[in-house]
């Protein structure tokens, strides 16, 4: 079945009672209120028999996570033939088994912590191999990116109703196709990464958004993906776009109404929006307009 332009095959579930509890507290006035702040749980992943990582998640996509985080760290290999993927809820523990066998006791000792939220870590190999990657050609059409951004913030999110959570969508020209929310945006591309993996989706004509801030982390990770195009509502940090011109990937920052910054990959950007029809972010839809910010 054809995805309509208006249809994501997964999105956010702020109704989902297993991502948020409900808090009693006090206000600025001393009046007692109660709100839903966001759950974080504890997941252990396994490549075969070894431990490698314990992550913060919310946990709505523990076999997707697993995924993603050993292929961002290359630990999964893209031609790797995955002979199961096995989720113990009770333990909190996922276990992907792989045909081919594995040993990353010298790699697990090798880290290098990044700014990224709830402890990212990327492991130091991973930035010598953007010197051998190439991106695919591809473009980014302002109508796209317009239309693409108003879809994403008018989405109901679980950030919306509970704050302290980040997330990151893959799309296709102007179509959202999967909206991920985590603690930590690095868990939000992961299991994207993870979906991708699964579903043998290709990645040469996606466009990567996300609503934190444009990290090395973040180029790093969307790199290692294989898209082109990455897209923020938030700012930069310098060694992110420096990442972001080795590598030739599009990198596009403060893109809020009509109004963006691209500071790498510049190429690759259509301008075929009239500006004269495109609205100003209303405070309605401010993702930074929750009630409760983190």
């Avoid at 206000?27 to 028999?49: C, Q």
């Avoid at 113990?88 to 088994?97: A, M």
């Avoid at 990353?104 to 939220?117: A, D, I, M």
């Avoid at 699964?198 to 004509?205: G, I, L, N, T, W």
């Amino acid at each position: 079945m054809e995805q309509r332009s208006d249809d994501y095959i997964i999105k956010p579930d702020p109704g989902d009672r297993r991502l948020t509890e409900r808090v009693a507290g006090i206000d600025h006035t001393g009046a007692r209120v109660e709100t839903s702040v966001t759950v974080e749980r504890a997941l252990t992943i396994f490549l075969n028999s070894q431990e490698i990582v314990t992550a913060m998640t919310i946990n709505d996509y523990p076999e997707y996570l697993a995924l993603g985080y050993l292929l961002n760290q290359h630990m999964l290999l893209p031609d790797d033939e995955v002979t199961g993927v096995d989720y113990d809820e009770e333990l909190s523990v996922v276990v992907v088994r792989t045909k081919r066998k594995t040993d990353y006791e010298k790699k697990l000792r090798k880290k290098v912590q990044t700014s990224g939220c709830a402890q990212g870590t990327v492991f130091g190999d991973l930035m010598e191999a953007l010197e051998t990657v190439s991106l695919p050609k591809a473009e980014l059409r302002t109508s796209w990116l317009y239309a693409l951004t108003h879809k994403i913030n008018t989405t109901p999110s679980l950030y919306l109703a509970a704050g302290a959570i980040h997330g990151c969508v893959l799309a296709k020209e102007d179509r959202p196709l999967v909206y991920m929310e985590d603690v930590g945006r690095h868990n939000a591309v992961d299991k994207i990464a993870g979906w991708m993996f699964k579903e043998k989706v290709p990645a040469d004509d996606k466009i990567f958004y996300t609503t934190g801030r444009l990290t090395s982390e973040m180029v790093i990770k969307t790199v290692r993906m294989g898209i082109p195009i990455l897209v923020s509502r938030s700012g930069f940090t310098a060694w992110g776009v420096e990442l972001a011109r080795k590598a030739n990937l599009t990198l596009i920052g403060r893109a809020r109404g009509k109004r963006f910054l691209a500071l790498a990959g510049e190429d690759r950007i259509v301008f075929d929006q009239d500006l004269s029809y495109v609205e100003e972010e209303s405070t309605k839809h401010r993702r930074k307009a929750a009630i409760y910010d983190d």
